[in-house]
């Protein structure tokens, strides 16, 4: 059986393959320019499943129109909290997360950097934007510069070999 799967961002499709790959399952990557193309075929029920990102989902699940059965994170999310993992649904090891970093150019300086830094973990620790953030279902969590580079590291291996092992080429 081949489903079609929608991702609303292209960043998507690795996940897409790694779902289809974990499960043991023929499902076929159909891309989408954004999220509003996607909630569109979905809420018509063009699409069958889809792997969308949390915020791009939330919109859709709390007015109906789709209906989440999982999420990818190794944990619950706090935002709804009834849905359980997928390794919970029963693909246990599967994670598959979107996450979001503030980068520089090679060659910035340190100071400009430390000062973005600053100004971005005040934003974060602000009430107002961590309360909407919240909603969306993203979870802030402030970093240092040099800490970053280990989780960058390890997710470019680890989705390498997706990519490697689906295929997929770039564009």
Not at 10 to 20: K, M, Q, V, W, Y
Not at 53 to 79: D, Q
């Amino acid at each position: 059986m081949c489903v079609r799967v929608a991702r609303a961002l292209h960043a998507g499709h690795p996940a897409t393959e790694l779902f289809r790959s974990s499960a043991g399952i023929d499902i076929v990557h159909v891309p989408f320019r954004n999220s509003g193309q996607w909630q569109t075929e979905m809420a018509a029920g063009r699409i069958p499943i889809s792997i969308p990102t949390f915020p791009a989902a939330m919109s859709p699940m709390r007015t109906g129109k789709v209906r989440c059965l999982a999420v990818t994170g190794a944990k619950r999310s706090p935002v709804p909290p009834d849905l359980p993992t997928i390794s919970e649904a029963g693909l246990p090891g599967h994670v598959a997360t979107s996450w979001y970093a503030l980068l520089a150019p090679r060659g910035t300086s340190d100071a400009i950097i430390e000062r973005v830094h600053r100004a971005f973990r005040a934003a974060l620790e602000d009430p107002v934007i961590r309360t909407r953030l919240a909603e969306m279902g993203v979870d802030a969590v402030a970093s240092t510069p040099a800490a970053l580079a280990t989780p960058i590291g390890a997710e470019v291996e680890r989705w390498a070999r997706v990519v490697k092992q689906a295929r997929i080429a770039t564009e």
